[in-house]
């Protein structure tokens, strides 16, 4: 094993040993958590490596940066999510290699989402990306939909061919009411999620929690974590 793989193996051993840990705590099965974890700045070798050790789920946040890298990986068994904020010249590219996109915030991108899907034959799974300290009508600094906003974008995915509704998506806010608080955070989101499903009950996927706080989100019920730094080392620069 090269010695980055070994990190990598070791990385995510400590990270696996986290989840198990938070699902014990919170009475949970390790089954009902979905790891994915976030290559973004990181090259396709260790994407590579990260396939060969088990990881089934990856994400990135920039288009640029992850079409070159998902083409480079389109031998390998893996779901590509992508988190970032998503402009609409982007969308036809990246409904090329993602499997989910988890950062639907506007019903704009919900169209254009849909008619690139159907152009490419593909079908996209949306997670709502909820900005949980935006007034309403607003939208967060790092994007996402007000909770008030999230029925009417929800009937917008269902309704569009070539997407299905996944879920829910929050990252804890910075600022706001709930800053410091990421376990009130993410169970208001389990809150907004229940809510969502008594029209849409297969839209279940509840995305929250990165490396600093994934054992809050494990506690408040999330189905998926997205873990970046605690699997692949501090990033340099923006990521
Ligand atoms: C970068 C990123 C993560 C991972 O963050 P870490 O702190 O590195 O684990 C999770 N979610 C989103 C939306 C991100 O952009």
């Known amino acids: 094993m090269t010695d980055r793989k070994a990190e990598l193996a070791a990385n995510l051993a400590a990270v696996e040993e986290r989840i198990g840990a938070a699902c014990a705590a919170a009475g949970r099965k390790r089954e009902e958590l979905t790891l994915i974890v976030v290559t973004k700045t990181y090259p396709a070798s260790d994407v590579r490596f990260l396939s060969e050790l088990g990881v089934r789920h990856v994400a990135e ?7 070159p890298k998902a083409a480079d990986c389109s031998d390998l068994p893996l779901d590509w999510h992508f988190v970032g904020q998503l402009q609409t010249n982007k969308v036809r590219s990246v409904v090329g290699y993602a499997d989910v996109v988890q950062s639907v915030d506007r019903v704009k991108l919900v169209t254009a989402l849909s008619k690139e899907a159907v152009r490419a034959g593909r079908e996209i799974g949306c997670l709502l990306q909820v900005a949980l300290d935006a007034g309403v009508g607003g939208r967060g600094d790092r994007g996402g939909v007000a909770p008030e906003g999230i029925e009417e974008l929800a009937a917008s995915v269902a309704g569009a061919p070539g997407l299905r509704l996944g879920g829910l998506m929050t990252v804890a806010p910075l600022t706001g009411a709930y800053a410091g608080r990421q376990q ?56």
């Not at 946040?61 to 079409?67: G, I």
């Not at 907004?192 to 494990?218: C, F, I, K």
């Open 184 to 239: 009130a955070a993410f169970e208001r989101l389990m809150d907004l999620s229940t809510a969502l499903r008594v029209a849409h009950p297969a839209a279940n996927m509840v995305s929250a929690g990165m490396s600093a706080d994934l054992e809050q989100a494990v506690a408040a019920g999330a189905t998926h974590v997205r873990v970046g730094t605690a699997v692949l080392g501090v990033r340099r620069g923006l990521g």
């Open 61 to 67: 946040n920039r288009d640029q940066d992850a079409a």
